[in-house]
């Protein structure tokens, strides 16, 4: 998505803010969103935006009493205080409460994996090769999903491609 107020860079934050009814939503690059500065800051807090997803977890995973009443056995915390805190106990909570985080991380974050940050403009070939070549994996997998074959096929030849440019690459004398 492309910033709206450059109208260049890729858009990194999304605002979405209801005014009279109406949904009105800005995406916006980093350089523009700190021009603006504080006009579009807020007192944003994770512990509550993640209290306030637990609700929504419970919805996404139809979770019953027994549920939602789980118990992390390491250090004692339960879901329902997860839920009035935001804050998990230890790392074995991610573990007891699972059932109940995966769809609820799935939804916030769009993938169960991280990805991290990619810098716009990579420099190296070769980590630019390797980038494109996971993006196109995973659109394969996702044509393959969809029954589209075809299309599938055209993209696995791609993906053949790039894999001989990038062994070709490293063979290369340093």
């Known amino acids: 998505m492309i910033c709206n ?7 990194t934050i999304h605002l979405t803010e209801i005014v009279n009814d109406q949904m009105v939503e800005i995406h916006l690059c980093e350089a523009c969103a700190q021009e603006k500065g504080t006009e579009f800051k807020t007192h944003f807090n994770v512990n509550d935006l993640l209290s306030g997803f637990t609700d929504l977890a419970k919805e996404l995973t139809g979770a019953d009493e027994k549920t939602v009443s789980l118990k992390c056995q390491n250090c004692g915390l339960t879901y329902d205080e997860f839920g009035r805190t935001g804050r998990l106990g230890c790392a ?51 044509l393959i999903q969809h029954e589209e074959f075809e299309e599938a096929a055209r993209l696995r030849d791609q993906i053949k491609q790039l894999e001989e440019k990038l062994k070709k690459g490293k063979k290369k004398p340093q």
């Open 92 to 142: 074995e909570c991610y573990e007891a409460f699972s059932k109940l985080l995966l769809p609820l991380i799935k939804r916030v974050q769009h993938s169960l994996q991280h990805r991290g940050k990619r810098p716009s403009q990579v420099a190296h070939p070769v980590v630019r090769t390797t980038q494109s070549l996971k993006d196109l994996q995973n659109r394969l997998t996702k």
């Open 5 to 11: 107020v450059c109208g260049a860079n890729e858009a």
